[in-house]
């Protein structure tokens, strides 16, 4: 199994999406285990208490302080959630680059601690080889020797690059992964590391203290009185040419002693278990305790290394391949210029160099240079029955600001085309209204717009309206889809709150809808003897609602045509979209600030809790997790659904991030301060709007635990023919008016839900 696939089964176990990100060796070996390499100070030598020829060197270092590191196998940052971290039980080995054959000492159970935000490590240093001698030697002369920890990852999740995560109480951009859980196994002294945070600390005995062989038997974890003879002939052989010394006089193992002890480590004296099949590689076949592969081998780590240089290769490769790409598309079109900035800061620089600095790819050069090489103002050309409407509406649209690649869904390939060509690139208001006189049979010199232009466009277009022709152009008809793609891109870059509560669904009209929810009644319970099932009852609820229709005008004005500014007409229906958005947050959450004033919220519906100890806090929140958990429906049942949502006011929004996000959270109880345990971490998901606010009838201290929408809908929205975002179509302009009008409208209603989907707090 490839570390791919082994980290892309890690990830499908997690929830996380199955593809691997392509960051991870491939090739490698299968290895669980991961090596959190954290970087450390200069040792601190000094001679341990009791300076009597039988005490051992000691450290105790911060191994890992919550940060991002790099670990061997993988090519983008690693963060460990130390909530999910755990150590494996007994004594753990102290190794020396997490080889098992580079025996630096051990760490007492229970002396490697995990806190909320760090890894504090505490170990002997028992070994007697060159590696132990090594670590105390250099430490003395104040080598920075680092720690390492080698863990087996248990879960581990990727946070894609527009994503943000909190761990450890921190706050770190997407691009990373997550490792959930993890069992640390071992301890190594490193050279070199990845967390410039943590700090480890060496305390040795007197200069040449010597380590009998009861001591170096009682480091490496074996009971003496568990060998036999032939195995404490084996482990002494071992001992004198670590130490180079002759071993004390051999203690007898207890009579009828002739078996070894269980659990001996392999690489301690005694024939190990024979290597994983396929494994042929001494190195690659030495396991770790617990049963883990060792790290890779000289050969594996240069296999890695020669992947990683074709990688570079390839991404070379494929940058010189672009910048090729750019060079030619920029000179096809002339070498042309871009303006970037704005106002008094705004620059003409070469397109070539601004494609580069911002790394566009090959299309979005040449949409530029399309755009960028036109001659500048209006031509107006004669008449042709080749002009393609549908073209220039989808080049206004790119005008406005519509990315082409959207755009190419609602128009095909030669509309798209005719719409990046040069008679149509950067199309405005004023090659409209020129094109659609043009093919009236207005005749005026090329390049010359003014007023009796748009007055003959105008005509044309209200004749055709008169006379009931099928025009293929419509100056009205090409403007309301500009717009409408404009509404929808306006529209949808409103946070919509309103959804996490509220059901929306279609109705087929204006009159009041009766919604019924069905609630069974009756037991179920085990059937009789004669095989009858009993009868159960259905008790409904009952909400009403209905759509109501809300909506503005907009005007196309003589100066907006003229000054052919398309996008400053079109913010107007934009500013119509985000009304319409906002409307339906404002208008739905006073609906559901209504249902606290109607009583839907009550202790006799068994929803509401009030009081000092309903503040939002760990304590209060469990107060309403409490009651929610023990809410009944309409027949006395339990509803059996759990809260997911937790909703406030902006003004508690930052208290609501902290009970989702930190696992451990500072309190002030009196004039002491206490850090409690958040049972609530990752369970509710908070959310907050500001016409929940004391400006919009709120509070600052209330807030609603609430079910998800799909299980109890607190509030129960209709929309007309199931539309949310408005409608923009031509109006009629008075006679006075030398220009388009348009009409933007909506049609929708909130109303009340089921109350039982939520349990609201005053929070005082």
């Not at 929309?719 to 302009?733: F, K």
Request: charged content about 25%; proline content about 4%; some cysteine.
């Amino acid at each position: 199994m490839t570390k791919r696939t082994w980290l892309s089964r890690l990830l499908a176990s997690s929830g996380a999406a199955t593809e691997t990100p392509p960051f991870i060796d491939a090739d490698s070996e299968d290895s669980p285990m991961l090596w959190l390499s954290a970087t450390g100070e200069t040792v601190d030598l000094q001679a341990a208490a009791g300076d009597d020829g039988d005490s051992l060197p000691t450290f105790t270092g911060t191994a890992y302080t919550g940060g991002t590191m790099r670990p061997m196998h993988f090519y983008r940052d690693v963060v460990v959630d130390l909530s999910g971290a755990k150590v494996a039980p007994k004594d753990r080995p102290i190794h020396r680059d997490h080889r098992t054959d580079q025996i630096v000492g051990h760490s007492p159970a229970g002396d490697i601690k995990i806190a909320a935000k760090s890894i504090k490590v505490k170990g002997i240093i028992s070994g007697t080889g060159k590696h132990a001698q090594e670590v105390i030697a250099n430490g003395k002369n104040k080598f920075p020797w680092q720690l390492s920890i080698g863990a087996r990852i248990e879960r581990i999740e990727w946070v894609d690059e527009d994503a943000t995560v909190t761990v450890n109480g921190r706050r770190f951009k997407g691009g990373i992964y997550v490792v959930r859980a993890c069992t640390i196994f071992e301890i190594s002294f490193v050279s070199l590391g990845g967390d410039d945070n943590t700090s480890a600390r060496v305390a040795a005995t007197a200069e040449g203290y010597a380590m009998n062989f009861t001591q170096w038997l009682a480091a490496r974890g074996h009971d003496i009185n568990s060998l036999t003879a032939q195995n404490l002939a084996t482990l002494r052989a071992q001992f004198e040419t670590e130490s180079g010394q002759p071993a004390a006089t051999p203690t007898t193992p207890p009579a009828g002693q002739t078996t070894p002890a269980a659990g001996i480590s392999a690489g301690a004296g005694i024939s190990p278990s024979p290597a994983p099949a396929g494994r042929t590689d001494p190195a690659a076949g030495a396991l770790l305790a617990g049963g883990t592969p060792a790290p890779p081998t000289p050969e594996q780590l240069n296999a890695q290394r020669l992947q990683l240089e074709r990688e570079a290769n390839q991404r070379e490769a494929s940058r010189l391949e672009l910048s090729a790409a750019r060079e030619s598309i920029c000179a096809r079109f002339g070498s042309p210029k871009i303006k970037v900035g704005e106002g008094d800061n705004a620059q003409e620089v070469d397109l070539l160099v601004h494609a580069t600095r911002e790394g566009w790819s090959a299309n979005e050069t040449e949409l530029h240079a399309r755009r960028n090489s036109r001659p500048d103002g209006v031509t107006i050309s004669s008449p042709s029955r080749d002009v393609n409407a549908r073209g220039l509406e989808a080049a206004l649209c790119m005008t406005a600001g519509c990315d082409a690649d959207a755009l190419a869904n609602d128009y095909n390939e030669r509309e798209m085309n005719c719409a990046m060509d040069r008679s149509y690139r950067g199309a405005g208001l004023k090659q409209l209204f020129a094109t659609r006189a043009a093919i009236a049979g207005h005749s005026q010199s090329a390049g010359q717009f003014n007023n009796d232009t748009i007055e003959a466009a105008l005509q044309a277009d209200q004749r055709d309206q008169l006379l009931a022709n099928s025009s293929t152009f419509s100056t009205p008809g090409i403007l309301s889809n500009v717009m409408n793609k404009s509404m929808q891109k306006a529209y949808s870059a409103i946070e919509d709150i309103l959804s996490l509560i509220c059901s929306w669904g279609p109705v087929t009209d204006f009159k009041e809808q009766t919604h019924y929810q069905l609630t069974v009644d009756g037991d179920w319970s085990e059937v009789a003897n004669d095989g009858q099932l009993k009868h159960g009852e259905l008790k409904e609820s009952k909400y009403t609602n209905s759509a109501k229709t809300r909506g503005m005008m907009i005007g196309l004005t003589r100066k907006h045509i003229r000054n052919d500014d398309l996008r400053a007409f079109l913010r107007i229906p934009m500013g119509i979209a985000r009304k319409s958005a906002n409307a339906k947050q404002r208008i739905g959450f006073a609906v559901l600030l209504q249902m606290i004033t109607d009583g839907d919220f009550s202790a006799e519906n068994a929803n509401l809790v009030s009081g000092a100890s309903s503040v939002l806090g760990i304590d209060g929140l469990q107060l309403a997790v409490n009651l929610f958990k023990k809410m009944k429906d309409e027949t006395g049942e339990e509803i059996g659904v759990r809260p997911a949502l937790l909703l406030t006011g902006t003004t508690l929004s930052v208290v609501a991030e902290d009970l989702y996000k930190q696992t451990n959270i500072d309190v002030r109880r009196g004039t002491k301060k206490e850090v409690l345990r958040n049972n609530h971490a990752n369970k509710y998901q908070p959310a907050d709007s500001p016409y929940l606010d004391t400006e919009y009838g709120g509070t600052d201290t209330g807030y609603f635990l609430c079910a998800d929408k799909n299980d109890i809908p607190i509030l129960d929205g209709v929309a007309l023919d199931g539309r949310m975002v408005p409608y923009v179509q031509r109006g009629d302009a008075n006679f006075n008016t030398l220009g388009i009008e348009f009409r933007a409208f909506d049609d929708w209603g909130v109303g009340k839900g089921n109350p039982r989907g939520a349990v609201h707090s005053t929070g005082s």
